[in-house]
C-alpha cells in the first residue's frame, strides 16, 4: 500500500502558478503511475494528467494541456504539478493517485490509491 500526501494548493489571481506536491511513503514509488485530478463543488471528479510507472507516457486533460506541467522525482518519491496560466475554472480540489505498474490513462476508477486533497482557488 502506498500513502500519498498533497501540498501547495492556495488561492491566486487569474493567470498565477502554482505547484503542487505529492508525497508517497510506504512502496517503491518507481513502480507506480501516478497522477493528478481534480473535483469542483457539484461536479464529478475528473482527469487531469499522469504519468505511466515507466515514464514512457504522458497524458493530460485537453483543458490543461499547454498550461500544466506533470513531473515526479523517484528519489524523492515525489510527484508535482506545475500549473501556470491559472483560469477561474480551474478552482477544484486536487488530487494525487497512484496505481502499481500503471499506464498514464485517465480513468478516476482504474486508480487504487489516493490522497485527501489540496484546495485550488483562482479567483477572477
Known amino acids: 500500500q502506498v500513502q500519498l500526501v498533497e501540498s501547495g494548493g492556495g488561492l491566486v489571481q487569474a493567470g498565477g502558478s502554482l505547484r503542487l506536491s505529492c508525497a508517497a511513503s510506504g512502496r517503491t514509488f518507481s513502480r507506480y503511475a501516478m497522477g493528478w485530478f481534480r473535483q469542483a463543488p457539484g461536479k464529478e471528479r475528473e482527469f487531469v494528467a499522469a504519468?505511466?510507472?515507466?515514464?514512457?507516457?504522458?497524458n493530460y486533460a485537453d483543458s490543461v494541456k499547454d498550461r500544466f506541467t506533470i513531473s515526479r522525482d523517484n528519489a524523492k518519491a515525489t510527484l508535482y504539478l506545475q500549473m501556470n496560466s491559472l483560469k477561474p475554472e480551474d478552482t477544484a480540489v486536487y488530487y494525487c493517485a497512484a496505481r502499481a505498474y500503471g499506464s498514464s490513462n485517465g480513468v478516476a476508477s482504474s486508480w487504487d490509491y489516493w490522497g485527501q486533497g489540496t484546495q485550488v482557488t483562482v479567483s477572477s
Open positions: 504519468r505511466s510507472w515507466s515514464g514512457d507516457s504522458t
